[in-house]
């Protein structure tokens, strides 16, 4: 099955700094990729997803990349503010339909902490 | 639309006793997701079902876990008999036809 590898653990940045954290996967198959932001006691929210057929998406100061050959996307966030403080979580899915119903395998999270 | 809602948003009980969550799907949403998390394991996929059916339940950690799904708008998982290794957060998802998929507040279950 998919496995996905988050990296940091950890990341702690000043306010207005940039953030990026890291994940890879392994199921080429894998086609979707979304990411959740997660407050203290909160649910998980998506913030961003991308598919496959896209190298880069973009929202304001949230982006992420996706490489397709080396099976790696990132989550970057730009001019970083306290309430970006949260733990983030990236993802990996097949698309719907055959035997996967859009079944998401996440990664470890991110604690990201920002200073002000 | 109210969004994915969980009962109870707090249990509490003691070794050994059943526990009933309830996850009400956003209407519409065919695919219905549990999903436990723990600081260990982080988010973990339990269960989940398309069109009612159970799809894949391998992540259920033992037999004392179940989930039903009886109709499109309500599904239950039980824990039976409780334990302390229980406790966690169980959060209910549900999806529709886009791929986003939508968090209920979640259950937090302490297990004494």
């Known amino acids: 099955g998919e496995n996905v590898e988050q990296h940091p653990s950890t990341l702690s940045v000043q306010e207005g700094d940039s953030a990026v954290i890291k994940c890879t996967y392994s199921d080429s198959a894998s086609n979707y990729f979304p990411w959740y932001k997660q407050e203290l006691g909160k649910r998980p929210q998506l913030i961003i997803d991308?598919?496959?057929?896209?190298g880069e998406k973009k929202d304001q100061r949230i982006a992420v990349t996706l490489n397709k050959t080396a099976k790696h996307f990132s989550l970057h966030i730009t001019e970083t503010q306290p309430e970006d403080s949260a733990v983030y979580f990236c993802?990996?899915?097949?698309?719907?339909?055959?035997?996967?119903?859009?079944?998401?395998?996440f990664g470890q999270g991110t604690i990201l902490t920002v200073h002000p | 639309d109210a969004g994915v809602i969980q009962s109870p948003r707090h249990e509490v009980t003691e070794m050994g006793q059943e526990v009933t969550l309830r996850c009400k799907p956003i209407?519409?949403?065919?695919?219905l997701f549990w999903y436990r998390q723990t600081m260990m394991r982080g988010l973990e996929l339990l269960i989940y079902f398309n069109n009612n059916v159970p799809i894949d339940d391998s992540g259920m950690p033992e037999d004392r876990f179940s989930a039903k799904m009886p109709n499109a708008s309500f599904s239950t998982l039980k824990i039976q008999p409780s334990e302390p290794r229980d406790s966690a957060v169980y959060f209910c998802?549900?999806?529709?036809?886009?791929?986003?998929?939508?968090f209920g507040p979640g259950t937090r279950l302490t297990v004494l």
């Open positions: 209407s519409g949403h065919n695919s």
């Open positions: 998802a549900s999806k529709g036809e886009t791929d986003t998929q939508y």
């Open positions: 991308i598919r496959s057929n896209v």
């Open positions: 993802a990996a899915s097949k698309d719907a339909g055959g035997t996967s119903y859009g079944k998401l395998t």
